[in-house]
């Protein structure tokens, strides 16, 4: 016994090792970032730049650890590339897309809560945008800690809403924008479930439930890989119009269709001669999504990084420019300061290396079960999306799109699965008891048919059960149980309680600890001179 207790306490501190080296690490990036803001601010300011900093920098790490795994994790989790080429992937498009095209947005962080024209203290405005960063950043912490996927936006939405009704009142609140948040609640994991859902039952009726799936796929994946040149081509300029370039949503579908149009002509012969090697089996035809599935994981990444460093920087820029211009920040057009969104990008890897695993893990693996097909269903539907909900002008959030997405594949296997499992069933139904052996050969005829075939072959199979006698009838409660045992296989139902939970507390936690934050704040910075 003893020698057991010390196996496992020298597991045990081989675990709390591991996590004292990553905040150690953590908390270089933090520190580095604080020096670096205080050397390139004036001595009147340092202090508060570097207290921005710090705060920035911290929720730019829960950005990295909490937010990122959602378009990285359905790769992971098909075993289409390792956990540690996802998070380098991960990275460098992530900083690419802050760094890229990430400005516009951060200027909308910044002004887009609060009603600038409303705002006349200018001290309680950057005690507020410290009290957000330090209030999202905790939920934030708190909900990586026990591997919930939240929304970051809404995180820090929640935080402004809470600091700045603590400091300015509630009259300076732009309420439109707390209402797009609720009705993103809803919104988002149904139409990205949906459209994930639509898109696995596109490829299984045309190529899994096909006898010859090869030759269906040679045919089938040209056009699927078209679709996703055109769905990414298209979200990518919608995503980093302002910043890159000025292009309406019209315009983004054009050049989304010319991106398709020329992938399809591409593919199409490098996917034949791809196929021609595989064997006809459903793990083989799982192998052409690889490639595919790794690109969208990159460009989700972009995209991600692109709009979600606003979250971390918004508050942060804020607080520079109203620094540097008083009272100028009322503007949202001015420049972003590059060294505030090195700072964001540079916090988001750091998170997303140190921290980033466990929410991979949760979206990849721990909801269900995923492959290459049912993973580029998921990253399809987070560009499709997106595109959909800004042609009717629906508020959005990545992740709930992400998470959706997951839980509408599940969903939609657990409805198939269970179709299949009353089929068969059905089959014994209409057979007499003893004959177990045509039973068997029926079932392995009918599970290698086409779509087509198996509706001719139950048509037939009730035609002649009408001349037998005495079938082996299946009981509705049995059925009932049959197909409960699929759903509670498929789509763990503990992950959907425990994370839609902690989607619904986001806003409000998040208000708050913002609100908590500006009174402590506002406390401690009452006796210093002002900025």
Request: proline letters at 3%; aromatic letters at 6%.
């Amino acid at each position: 016994m003893e020698f057991e207790h010390i196996s496992q306490i020298e597991q045990a501190s081989r675990k709390g090792s591991g996590e004292i080296l990553r905040l150690g690490l953590a908390l270089i990036y933090i520190i580095g970032a604080m020096l670096f803001a205080a050397r390139v601010a004036d001595g009147e300011n340092a202090v508060i730049l570097a207290i921005a900093a710090v705060l920035g920098g911290y929720m730019a790490i829960n950005i990295g650890a909490n937010d990122v795994g959602n378009n990285v994790g359905p790769a992971v989790g098909a075993r289409a590339m390792s956990l540690g080429v996802a998070l380098a992937i991960a990275a460098m498009f992530e900083a690419a897309g802050a760094l890229i095209a990430g400005g516009e947005v951060v200027g909308t962080m910044r002004s887009g809560i609060f009603d600038p024209a409303r705002i006349v203290d200018r001290e309680a405005l950057i005690w507020s945008m410290l009290a957000a960063l330090m209030g999202a950043g905790l939920f934030l912490n708190v909900a990586t800690a026990f591997g919930a996927p939240v929304s970051t936006t809404h995180a820090i939405v929640g935080a402004l809403l809470g600091a700045g009704v603590a400091a300015h009142g509630a009259d300076v609140v732009n309420w439109q924008v707390i209402m797009a948040v609720v009705v993103s609640w809803i919104v988002s994991p149904l139409l990205g479930g949906a459209v994930a859902a639509g898109f696995l039952y596109l490829i299984k009726r045309r190529i899994l439930f096909q006898a010859d799936m090869v030759g269906a796929a040679i045919c089938t994946v040209p056009y699927l890989l078209a679709a996703m040149a055109f769905a990414f081509s298209s979200y990518l300029l919608m995503q980093g119009r302002t910043r890159l370039l000025e292009i309406d949503l019209v315009d983004a579908l054009l050049v989304g269709v010319a991106a398709g149009v020329v992938v399809f002509f591409v593919a199409r012969p490098l996917v034949a001669r791809r196929a021609r090697s595989i064997a006809n089996t459903r793990k083989s035809v799982n192998r052409l999504f690889t490639l595919p599935l790794i690109v969208a994981a990159a460009l989700l990444s972009f995209a991600h990084g692109s709009n979600d460093v606003a979250n971390a920087v918004g508050p942060l820029s804020a607080i520079v420019v109203e620094l540097g211009h008083g009272g100028v920040m009322r503007a949202p057009q001015l420049p972003v300061p590059l060294w505030t969104m090195l700072i964001g990008a540079l916090g988001i890897c750091v998170g997303l290396a140190l921290f980033g695993p466990r929410i991979v893990r949760t979206i990849g693996s721990e909801i269900t079960e995923l492959d290459q097909m049912r993973a580029f269903c998921v990253a399809m539907s987070a560009a499709v999306t997106v595109l959909i909900a800004s042609a009717f002008g629906l508020p959005v959030s990545s992740t709930h799109i992400a998470v959706g997405a997951v839980f509408g594949v599940g969903f939609l296997r657990e409805y198939l699965l269970g179709r299949e499992a009353r089929m068969i069933a059905d089959i014994k139904a209409h057979h007499p008891d003893a004959d177990q052996d045509a039973i068997e050969a029926f079932i392995a005829r009918f599970t290698r048919a086409g779509v087509a075939a198996k509706g001719e072959m139950l048509s037939e199979l009730k035609e002649r059960s009408k001349r037998q006698l005495d079938p082996a009838n299946f009981s509705k409660s049995e059925r009932r149980q049959l197909r409960q045992v699929y759903k509670d296989e498929l789509v763990k139902r503990s992950q959907i309680r425990r994370i839609v939970s902690a989607w619904l507390v986001t806003v409000p936690a998040a208000a708050v600890l913002g609100s908590v934050m500006f009174f402590a704040i506002r406390g401690m910075m009452l006796d210093l001179p002002s900025p």
